[in-house]
């Protein structure tokens, strides 16, 4: 998430009540989470294990919850918890704003753009030209729809991110990490009945130019879908995805989370990709392997009876 305006380190802190070690001077521009920082960015880190990771990241800021070495020009806000202080940031820039109207005041759309009854648009969404949206989509807050895109009924675009931070010595186990990330649609996308796309958590889920997915297809927050991909019926996409350009996932395929699908890549229906494959080639079975090997597998599966009769026949 970007800040409407940089906003000094030392405002940061006084909200979040940490004590900072190192650049007391910086301007920090956003937040976001470790695999999508840029410089300039605040991050949040609460376990050890990624402690080297996020401070040597390109994140200029890191909330955390120890006190260590930390490199020139960045800055360390130490505080008990910080994911709690995640929350804190994310709640007071990117508030949760309830409209009461089914178009709000805040909101635009472009020239020719057509929106039916009962379609509902959020505050401070984009819609450009010649766009079709169809009844009773949702569309939530700070989504950006390009121009010429088409989307059908009952499809939900923007909402929050399945993310939860996980502690034990909680009552409650699973905390929602609260999304302040968009929904980018590029142009002349269409999108199905049905279909559900969650907002980035602290980024943005992104789908390229020219891309075409069926009804009942589910993207994950913070997920990049390249130009010109085509999926059919009940996809299932997990979270921070990167699914590059021209591929083609059939119907009922299973992505797993933070993995990346080469361009061009094919996956046949109903498998599942459990991490990153190559593009160019053609996919199946679950956990997918390239479809010629795959066939061949089944024709021996197939010939185990056969084999087997014949084995006993010779004892």
Same mark, same amino acid.
């Given at each position: 998430?970007?800040?409407d @305006?940089?906003?000094?380190?030392?405002?940061?802190?006084? +909200?979040?009540?940490?004590? =900072?070690?190192?650049n007391?001077?910086? =301007?920090a521009t956003?937040?976001?989470?470790?695999?999508?920082?840029?410089?300039?960015?605040? /991050?949040?880190?609460?376990?050890?294990?990624?402690?080297a990771?996020c $401070?040597?990241?390109?994140?200029?800021?890191i909330? $955390?919850?120890k006190?260590?070495?930390?490199p020139e020009?960045?800055?360390?806000?130490?505080?008990?918890?910080?994911?709690?202080?995640?929350?804190? &940031?994310v709640?007071?820039y990117r508030?949760?704003?309830p409209?009461? @109207?089914?178009f709000?005041d805040?909101?635009?759309?472009?020239?020719?753009?057509?929106?039916?009854?009962?379609?509902?648009?959020?505050? %401070?969404?984009?819609i450009?030209?010649?766009?079709?949206?169809?009844?009773?989509?949702? $569309?939530?807050?700070?989504?950006?729809?390009?121009?010429?895109?088409?989307?059908?009924a009952?499809? /939900?675009?923007?909402?929050?991110?399945? %993310? %939860?931070? @996980?502690?034990?010595?909680?009552? =409650?186990?699973?905390?929602?990490?609260?999304?302040s990330?968009? /929904?980018l649609i590029?142009?002349? /996308?269409?999108?199905g009945?049905?279909?559900?796309?969650d907002?980035?958590?602290?980024?943005?889920t992104?789908?390229?130019?020219?891309?075409?997915?069926?009804?009942?297809?589910?993207?994950?927050?913070?997920?990049? &879908?390249g130009?010109n991909? +085509?999926?059919?019926?009940?996809?299932?996409?997990?979270?921070?995805?990167?699914?590059?350009?021209?591929?083609? +996932?059939?119907?009922q395929?299973?992505?797993?989370?933070?993995l990346? =699908?080469?361009?061009?890549?094919?996956?046949?229906?109903?498998?599942?990709?459990?991490?990153?494959?190559?593009?160019?080639?053609? %996919?199946?079975g679950?956990?997918v392997?390239?479809?010629?090997?795959?066939m061949?597998?089944f024709v021996?599966?197939?010939r $185990?009876?056969?084999l087997?009769? @014949?084995?006993?026949?010779?004892?």
């Open positions: 998430m970007h800040f @305006k940089p906003v000094p380190v030392t405002t940061i802190a006084q +909200l979040i009540g940490a004590e =900072i070690f190192g007391v001077n910086g =301007i956003g937040i976001n989470e470790i695999h999508k920082v840029e410089n300039g960015d605040l /991050v949040f880190v609460d376990h050890p294990k990624y402690y990771k $401070i040597n990241s390109d994140a200029t800021f909330i $955390i919850n006190q260590t070495d930390c020009g960045k800055a360390l806000l130490v505080v008990d918890d910080p994911f709690e202080a995640y929350l804190k &940031i709640n007071f508030p949760f704003e409209s009461m @109207k089914m709000s805040t909101s635009s759309v472009g020239e020719g753009t057509v929106i039916m009854p009962g379609a509902y648009v959020g505050n %401070y969404v984009s450009g030209k010649d766009c079709i949206i169809h009844p009773n989509v949702t $569309i939530l807050d700070h989504c950006v729809i390009g121009d010429s895109v088409v989307i059908q009952g499809t /939900v675009i923007g909402s929050d991110a399945f %993310y %939860y931070n @996980k502690k034990t010595n909680r009552d =409650i186990h699973y905390k929602r990490m609260n999304s990330g968009r /929904v590029e142009n002349a /996308v269409e999108i009945a049905n279909c559900t796309i907002r980035g958590v602290s980024h943005d992104i789908i390229g130019a020219g891309t075409k997915l069926d009804n009942l297809i589910h993207i994950g927050h913070d997920t990049v &879908i130009k991909c +085509l999926f059919a019926a009940q996809v299932g996409i997990a979270g921070a995805t990167t699914i590059e350009d021209n591929v083609i +996932l059939w119907g395929v299973g992505v797993n989370k933070t990346t =699908i080469g361009k061009d890549a094919i996956v046949y229906a109903q498998s599942g990709v459990k991490d990153s494959i190559a593009g160019g080639k053609v %996919y199946f679950s956990p392997e390239e479809a010629r090997e795959k061949k597998e021996w599966v197939k $185990i009876p056969q087997w009769n @014949k084995l006993m026949e010779k004892e």
